[in-house]
Every structure is written in structure tokens, then in C-alpha cells.
DNA sequence: GCCGATTTGTCCGTATGTATC
DNA sequence: CGATACATACGGACAAATCGG
């Protein structure tokens, strides 16, 4: 359970939310009275509806209330974003996940592969690849290097049951920040290899960057996904355009 | 300029982060430092600091200091994301944008349409399809629905320039919240009779649902990238799992 | 290991401004 | 106009993590 007031409020209104307690179109109860119903300040919960917002559940209008702009959707394919991870995705299709571990090595970071991920040369570090198989079918095919200095005592087996769960709970590193890039890239005889592609001859790549609680990054992973079962999930709030510019988004 | 201070405080240490004043892995002045800097309150600079960790430009780190982890990066293809626009893109790559609309139709939302983006059977609407060219390129195959009641006045000519600009700044309205998913898909006979595939068999494509001040979905649209400029980033910030469970994200 | 200084994290109460109705 | 509701900003209090002596 969450310590924190502001988180405690956030994950209640979420859930009213998502099961539909407030409807899409609805307004929430007002500040003033969502802090009699919570007992807490107003900065509180302007905290929690701040996050409602970025996930684009609540939209706050000035005067009138804070509008819920959730809309249950149907999931088809398998759908990432900032929230869940292949495991997760894969319980809540209740479907079975597996990994399977196709090279595990001990590499030194080069010139090369510094202007690539940003580790610098000499760095030690894990190479890892992996198969991802979601109800038996090989979805993502992950190349993984991290930093051996934060991860000590991986090996393999833990590769293929979860490597962040060893992170986390094991040594204790907290995930905080990550970066993506998403593009979409020809298949390689490697990916032929690993994923039934079939007569797909082309994948969506995620790039990430992955930083701990030290503001280090101890990950550089490309996830490799056949194109059928990829789906990525954004939430995007737009700021004001920076000064004599037009417009700002998707234009 | 920005009315707000938050703002201004924002907006100027992101620029200080961009142009490496301040640099990678580096600590910022200290909370109260800042305070002092700016002459404001403890939660204005910590409202500052916050977005920037939401750009993944700084992270917090308990008792220790907010740590810069923006990386200036090498641009080589066409970006997009929560920041930029089309007009946008090209203005920072110093190329040309150009947009031929190729279709311009006033229609009806129906059952079938309702499925598939939320808007009401009966509801009026915009139906546009333009193509989008970077430097003679073209990139892009946009299809858009937007709400006839929400953009009174719209011409065949204004979708030419930019519809954006024209609802912001002729009708002002406000543009607030896009909900967005990215897939691959096939390419199909109009994707190849606009965009110069070559042998490319295959699009990135973007779905948005995009909401007004009023919360109110007055776009959908669906953008078909040529997928060798496609590349789309993002930054996710981790927050604890929800109890129970394991990991959380790209696991 | 303890202690104190520094720094970030959470929370509160209040005041003022602005938009809506 | 007044009442309501969100937006910005301030100042203060205490907790928790870090670091140096």
C-alpha cells in the first residue's frame, strides 16, 4: 500500500475512474470537496489530479470542474507504454509469458558502441539477448547491455526468469527514468532467426535508455517486435508554443 | 513570454540544460539555491524541476540533489513526439514543409465510424486527407476527423496551411490533451499512390484522439509515416508498482 | 556508529487571481 | 454582481536520505 497521501488519493480516483464510478464526460467533485472527502489540503489533490491529467484520464477546466476523459478500450494486440511490462501486459490478457535466453556475455564497452548507447569505452558491461514468447509465439526480440558495476551476480538463469525483479527486489536498485525511441526498421537474418516473421519483412524497434535512482543509466536495450502484435500507448498534454512560433503539436 | 513563474523558471533552466551550461550528470543549485536565484517559493522551483524530469532533462535524488541526465542528441531522422509538430520538425532541421490536401468532405459519423474513434453516430464532421512533404518529400498520409461544431469555418484552404493555427489563433480554441497509439501496418493502394514507398511495404501509424479546453474529442486522426523517417521518442518516469506485483515496466 | 548540516519529499494553511455560471 | 471552481504563489513544518566530521 502506498505511504503517501497524494498517491493514496491518486490510484482512488484512478480506480473510481477506470470502473467507471465517474463516467467519461463527468466532472469529478470539486477541489474543495475532494479535500473533505479525503481530509487533506487542496495542494493534495491538485497533486493527484495533476497525474489523472498526464495519463489523460482527467482534463481540468478553469471555472468549471475537472473533466474525465477516460474511455475503456478494447486491447487487441499487445500494448505497451509508460506503465506496463511484458510480464504485466501478458497477465492482463491472461496469457502465458516466457523467456528464452539466446546469448549471455561479458563485454567491454568501445568506441563503437559508445556513440551508440552512451556507456563509455572501458565500461563493463552484460550483453544479454533474449526471445520473448507471449502463449508460445515469439513476439520481442531483446538485446539488452547493463552496466556490470549495478548489477552484480547476474547470470543467466535470472535472465530468463526477470531481471528486474533480481534489480528491485534482490539487490535493491530503484528503475526511475526512461527514454525511448520508437522507429520502425527492416528485419534482420537475426530476427528471421528468433521470430516467426513469416512474410513480415520488417519490425518496430524501441530504443530505451534506462537511469536508476543515482541518475545513472545502467541500461541500453533495443526491443525488437513483430509488427502484428505491436501497439504503443502514449498520453501527450500540450504546453503553450514557445513564443512566436504557430502551432505545436501534430499540426 | 509566459505570464507564469513556474514557467519562467522552467523554460530557463531547460534552456541552461540544453546548451550544457549546465552538463550531464551534473547536480543542480541545491532547492533553496534556486529560490535564491529566482526570488520565488521552494514549490515553485520544485514545480520547475518537476516538469523537467518529466521531459527526462534532471532526476531527483532524495537528499542528494537533482541530477541533469539530458544528453544532446545527433537528429537524423524526422522526430516527433510530445514536443514538436510537423511545421516544427522541419523549421529545426532547416528543411521545408509542404502540405497538398487531397480530399476535403463533410460527412456523418455513423456505427462504424463510432467504433472506431468514439465519435457519436450522427455527429457532424470534417473528413481530410492530406499528404505531407519534407523538402519534396512525402512523408506523411494524414487522415482527419475533426468535430464540424468545433471548427466552424473550416475551408479546403486552410487545411493547406495549417488547421492548428487556425483553430488556435482565428477561433481560439485550446488544444489540450492527445491521446495517442502507435502501430505497423501495411501498406495499402493509397498509401502507395501518395507516399513514394519504393519497395517499402509497410507504414508507422499514429492514432490520435485529440481533446479542446472543454474536454471535449474534437479531432481523431490517423498519420501514415514512411516508416525510414519515422522515430518517435518519449520519456517515462517510473512509479512504484502497484502492490503485488512484480516489476513494472520493460521488464 | 553517531550527530549535525544539507537536501529533497510530503503536507498543510492561506492569499490572490481568473474563469465560469 | 456574487458564488463557485480552478490556477498560481508563498511560507512554514516535519520527515527522510545523504554526507562529512
Known sequence: MPKSKFETIYRDLKQKIESQEYLYQELLPSENNLVSIYDCSRNTVRRAIGMLAEDGYVQSLHGKGVRVIYQPVA?????????????????????????????????????????????????????????????????????????????????????????????????????????????????????????????????AV?????????????EYTQSRHRPDYFCFQDTAVRRKPPAGGTSQKLA
Chains 1, 2 share one sequence.
Not at 120 to 137: A, D, F, I, K, M
Not at 166 to 187: C, D, L, P
Not at 206 to 218: C, E, K, W
Request: proline content about 4%; glycine content about 6%; charged content about 25%.
Open 206 to 218: 524501441v530504443t530505451s535508455q534506462t537511469f536508476n535512482a543515482d541518475g545513472v543509466m545502467f
Open 75 to 203: 486491447q487487441t494486440n499487445f500494448t505497451i507504454g509508460g506503465i506496463e511490462s511484458f510480464k504485466e501486459s501478458a497477465a492482463r490478457n491472461r496469457k502465458h509469458a516466457f523467456t528464452r535466453v539466446v546469448n549471455f556475455t561479458e563485454i567491454t564497452s568501445d568506441e563503437r558502441i559508445f556513440r551508440k548507447t552512451g556507456f563509455v569505452p572501458g565500461t563493463p558491461l552484460y550483453y544479454v539477448q533474449r526471445v520473448r514468447y507471449l502463449n508460445g509465439t515469439p513476439l520481442i526480440f531483446d538485446n539488452n547491455l547493463f552496466l556490470r558495476t549495478a548489477i552484480p551476480g547476474l547470470t543467466r538463469e535470472i535472465c530468463q526468469k526477470s531481471i528486474y525483479d533480481y534489480i528491485e527486489n534482490k539487490i535493491g536498485m530503484q528503475i526511475v527514468t526512461s527514454k525511448r525511441t520508437m522507429t520502425v526498421e527492416r528485419a534482420t537474418p537475426a530476427d528471421e532467426a528468433y521470430l516467426e516473421l513469416k512474410d513480415f519483412d520488417f519490425l
